[in-house]
């Protein structure tokens, strides 16, 4: 008896951050504003000074640089997702895994259908024919997760329960927790590193100033408005998920063992800090852990503690995605800790 069996893999839908699109015009409250902006480019390295009214209305600047290749090499591999590309890299692999390590007792052909491609399978038996259905599916799994690592992104599902894809944002902070520490001494001189909430409102302000890009719908952007942390500076521009990613890189830049999570809601993006609570702060707890929220987007002029209304209700409804940021207690950490 021969069987055969189409095989077509499933593929999310692309969702850049959540449909991070929110312009955060909240007329009750005062906005950041970036008074200077200077970028020089001098052989291989760019050199920033910048300098923004804070919360209080008090002027801040912040000097740094950076090489050019931190900036422009490190995420190269980050693109645009495009479903046909991560279908083409699971055939490729597929086929390669098949040709190395053939699956006994069935013939196993694959066939194109418009841009979809098809695995038919003839065996003996249905349950040959099953086992062999059940070992490609794993497969397409594994080289589709393979595929998401290698280009930055990561599944996810909304708050509505719907599957989807959108980039990395944890790991793309973590990983560029290390381009930042050249501004620690910088930024302890501002401002006392042993106060969570002073430290996190001099960074916050200082992302806010930033001009917010406005992006069309991000469930057809596909990452295609998403800049790593560098390339945020140094195009001094961001939308929601970007500035809340650069925020997350410099805070755990700064404080490597406090809890910390991102917190994606619908068109939005929030942070969440490990401290205690103060007068009217809003907060959300998770797995006994009390984060106090904050907006890093602007142009609102909203310290640690202070959300959107939009935010809030979302909040409140529990219309919201954790997504938490590792902390760092390695040897080396403490170290650097103890001599600053």
């Known amino acids: 008896m021969k069987l055969q069996l189409s095989v077509q893999m499933h593929q999310p839908i692309a969702i850049n951050g959540f449909l991070l699109y929110f312009s955060l015009l909240f007329s009750a409250y005062a906005h950041t504003e970036q008074l200077n902006f200077s970028k020089k480019e001098q052989q291989d390295q760019v050199n920033f000074q910048v300098e923004w009214l804070d919360h209080n209305n008090t002027s801040q600047t912040l000097n740094f640089q950076f090489e050019k290749k931190q900036v422009f090499d490190k995420y190269r591999s980050f693109n645009t997702y495009k479903p046909e590309r991560a ?46 259905e059940q070992k490609i599916a794993s497969l397409q799994e594994s080289f589709f997760a393979e595929y998401l690592q290698k ?11 719907i599957l989807a894809i959108k980039p990395d944002h944890s790991r793309i902070a973590q990983e560029s927790v290390v381009d930042f520490k050249p501004l ?37 952007s596909s990452g295609a408005g998403f800049n790593p942390p560098l390339k945020l500076l140094y195009e001094n521009q961001g939308d929601c998920d970007s500035k809340v990613t650069l925020v997350a890189a410099m805070l755990r830049m700064l404080m490597p ?3 910390m999570v991102l917190i994606f809601i619908d068109n939005h993006a929030l942070i969440g800090i490990d401290d205690t609570p103060q ?37 409140a409804h529990g219309r919201y995605t954790l997504e938490t940021l590792p902390t760092d207690t390695s040897e080396e950490i403490e170290n650097d800790e103890a001599a600053s």
């Open 257 to 259: 063992r406090v809890k």
């Open 87 to 132: 279908q083409e890299f699971v055939n490729n692999s597929l086929r390669k895994y098949l040709r190395k390590q053939p699956i006994s007792d069935v013939y196993i052909r694959f066939n194109r259908q418009g841009s979809n491609i098809t695995a038919e399978i003839k065996g003996q038996s249905a349950s040959v024919i099953k086992a062999a």
């Open 151 to 161: 280009t930055y992104y990561q599944e996810f599902y909304t708050p509505d329960n």
């Open 279 to 315: 007068g009217n702060d809003k907060t959300l707890t998770e797995q006994g852990t009390t984060y106090i929220l904050a907006e890093p987007t602007g142009p609102a002029m909203l310290p640690l503690g202070e959300i959107a209304p939009e935010s809030e209700r979302a909040v």
């Open 184 to 220: 620690k001494p910088t930024i302890m001189a501002k401002s006392s590193i042993k106060n969570i909430r002073r430290v996190t409102n001099f960074v916050i302000g200082f992302v806010q100033s930033i001009p917010y890009a406005t992006l069309e719908s991000r469930i057809t």
